[in-house]
């Protein structure tokens, strides 16, 4: 069976402060893809980043990083330095079989000035 | 258009009523799907099309819900004798086909029903 976890329900920072939001996941297959999207306020989900199974690189882009770690099925996110508008709802969501994502239950980040 | 399209925005309906969404995917996807999103709730999988055909109909929640596609591209969502339960966002999304599962899923900004 195929299955996304997201433990953290919600999470609230300050400002400024570094959080991380963890995704782990269940799969049978050698061949999948890890995905998290935004959902901010206005209700549309945007596309953050794709990871394939077989690419374990660690990647960055501005203040967002995402860790992969096979060994754990984890596929954790991080913002640095977070900023009001990152305060959203984030799901990380699997897809193995072409046909459908796997979603998690969503982890609502609130940013506090 | 850019991304995906889908109306009405928002539907205020009288339980009992049938309702129809719309969704108008990205040009050249031929994969689609819809998902549903009820308040605080995470997102369930309804029903995806790859063309005009759906490989996988599991996620719908009953014989009251039904969808289709022509012509590869828009699709509608019906809901009939619509209850209060079906109140929530219809998230519609598409991708360049459903062969990889690394095509990247777009979506639309959803319809949002409510069932009074």
């Known amino acids: 069976a195929q299955k996304v976890t997201q433990a953290q329900t919600e999470i609230s920072v300050v400002e400024k402060e570094d959080v991380t939001l963890d995704c782990v996941y269940e799969?049978?297959?050698?061949?999948?893809?890890l995905f998290w999207y935004k959902q901010p306020p206005s209700g549309e989900l945007v596309f953050l980043i794709r990871r394939n199974s077989f690419d374990e690189q660690n990647e960055i882009s501005g203040r967002y990083s995402w860790n992969f770690q096979k060994s754990t099925s984890s596929f954790n996110f991080t913002i640095t330095a977070s900023q009001v508008v990152d305060s959203a709802v984030y799901f990380c969501a699997l897809n193995n079989q072409g046909g459908k994502l796997i979603f998690g239950q969503g982890t609502e980040l609130s940013v506090k000035p | 258009g850019a991304g995906v399209s889908q109306s009405p925005s928002n539907k205020v309906t009288e339980k009992g009523k049938d309702v129809e969404l719309r969704c108008d995917p990205i040009?050249?996807?031929?994969?689609l799907y819809w998902y549903r999103q009820s308040l605080g709730q995470g997102l369930e999988f309804l029903i995806y099309?790859?063309?005009?055909?759906?490989?996988?109909k599991s996620g719908l929640p009953s014989d009251r819900f039904s969808a289709e596609r022509t012509g590869g591209s828009v699709s509608t969502l019906t809901i009939q004798r619509t209850q209060q339960e079906d109140s929530a966002v219809y998230l519609c999304?598409?991708?360049?086909?459903?062969?990889?599962?690394?095509?990247?899923?777009?979506f639309g900004e959803g319809s949002w029903l409510t069932v009074v």
């Open positions: 099309f790859q063309g005009n055909s759906a490989p996988d």
């Open positions: 799969t049978r297959d050698t061949t999948y893809y």
């Open positions: 040009s050249g996807h031929t994969a």
């Open positions: 999304a598409s991708s360049l086909g459903i062969g990889s599962p690394g095509n990247t899923i777009y």
